[in-house]
C-alpha cells in the first residue's frame, strides 16, 4: 500500500526556514518523479518543487533560489528546504508521487496519482 506523509510544517516569522519531508511507504522514491504542491486559503493548488528519478529539478518561479528539493533514499523520504521564508509562502504543503521509473516531471498535479495529507506552514510578518 501507497502511503505518503508529510511532516515538518509550522509556524515562522518572514525571513525563517523550515524543512519539510514526506516519508514514502509501499513503494521506492529513488526513481520516481516526486512534487510538492501548496494551496492558500481561496487559492488554486500550485506546483512548487519537482523531481524526477534522475534528480533532475524544477521550482516555481517564486521559490527559485531558496526552496530546495531532494531525497533522502536511504530513509525512502522526500525533502523540501525552505529558506527566506515570506508570506505568500503561506499554505498547506502536500507532496505527491509519480510511481515508478519516472524520467521527466513534471509540475501538473493529474501527473502525480499518490497524495500526502498536507503539512501547514504559515509565514508571518
Known amino acids: 500500500q501507497v502511503a505518503l506523509v508529510e511532516a515538518g510544517g509550522g509556524s515562522v516569522q518572514a525571513g525563517g526556514s523550515l524543512t519539510l519531508s514526506c516519508a514514502a511507504s509501499g513503494f521506492s522514491i529513488s526513481r520516481a518523479c516526486m512534487g510538492w504542491f501548496r494551496q492558500a486559503p481561496g487559492k488554486q493548488r500550485e506546483g512548487v518543487a519537482i523531481i524526477d528519478g534522475d534528480d533532475d529539478t524544477a521550482y516555481t518561479d517564486s521559490v527559485k533560489g531558496r526552496f530546495t528539493i531532494s531525497r533522502d533514499n536511504a530513509k525512502n523520504t522526500l525533502l523540501l528546504q525552505m529558506n527566506n521564508l515570506n508570506p505568500e509562502d503561506t499554505g498547506m504543503y502536500f507532496c505527491?508521487?509519480?510511481?515508478?521509473?519516472?524520467?521527466?516531471?513534471?509540475?501538473?498535479?493529474?501527473?502525480?496519482?499518490?497524495w500526502g495529507q498536507g503539512t501547514q506552514v504559515t509565514v508571518s510578518s
Open positions: 505527491a508521487a509519480r510511481l515508478g521509473t519516472c524520467h521527466l516531471a513534471v509540475f501538473r498535479e493529474s501527473f502525480y496519482r499518490d
